[in-house]
T-cell receptor, first 116, second 114 residues
């Protein structure tokens, strides 16, 4: 079974600075996808970024980028130029191969606070 | 285009009561699922559906039933509520089954079972 670990329950960062959220996962699969989801106080789950395991290049979406280390099974999220609106819970998630449903596993989350 | 909608937003039940959490999407998505979110545990999959008439169990299906009679609707039924089912419930949908498809989440239903 796949597991996803986020070792930082809470983090804080000053506005305009950079912060990195950690995520590690355990799998014996070779083909899979990794995700970072954001959940602001409104509770809406919002996809931040997605990484295909077969791609060596790290995914980037504006101020959000990942550091994907496949051998180490590590998938960290870097937020540059942090903004107050980035305050939220951040969840790392894993999906095995092409399958839906049972193979979508979430980590416990990291609560990020951006301070003015 | 309302996306994924869930009703009610909040519900209080007594142990043993039954209720149905509603989920609807207007994006013509084939794939829908239900998750529960508990503190410190992230989201866990309860049930999912790959199309009308087809459902399957996820990680934590006990105590919940689902059906998918239409593409748009995917209700979650609690037949006899228990305090352990106190949680926040999220419905999600996507157009395709692959991980390349973005999952769209509803706003959640907060359930308290006394």
């Amino acid at each position: 079974a796949q597991t996803v670990t986020q070792s930082q329950p809470e983090m804080s960062v000053q506005e305009a600075e950079t912060v990195t959220l950690s995520c590690t996962y355990d799998t014996s699969e070779n083909n899979y996808y990794l995700f970072w989801y954001k959940q602001p106080p409104s509770r809406q789950m919002i996809l931040v970024i997605r990484q295909e395991a077969y791609k060596q290049q790290n995914a980037t979406e504006n101020r959000f980028s990942v550091n994907f280390q496949k051998a180490a099974k590590s998938f960290s999220l870097k937020i540059s130029d942090s903004q107050l609106g980035d305050t939220a819970m951040y969840f790392c998630a894993f999906m095995k191969g092409y399958n839906y449903g049972q193979n979508f596993v979430f980590g416990p989350g990291t609560r990020l606070s951006v301070l003015p | 285009n309302a996306g994924v909608t869930q009703t009610p937003k909040f519900q209080v039940l007594k142990t043993g009561q039954s209720m149905t959490l509603q989920c609807a999407q207007d994006m013509n998505h084939e794939y829908m699922s239900w998750y529960r979110q508990d503190p410190g545990m992230g989201l866990r999959l309860i049930h999912y559906s790959v199309g009308a008439g087809i459902t399957d169990q996820g990680e934590v299906p006990n105590g919940y039933n689902v059906s998918r009679s239409t593409t748009e609707d995917f209700p979650l039924r609690l037949l006899s509520a228990a305090p352990s089912q106190t949680s926040v419930y999220f419905c999600a949908s996507s157009y395709g089954q692959g991980a390349s498809e973005t999952q769209y989440f509803g706003p959640g239903t907060r359930l308290l079972v006394l």
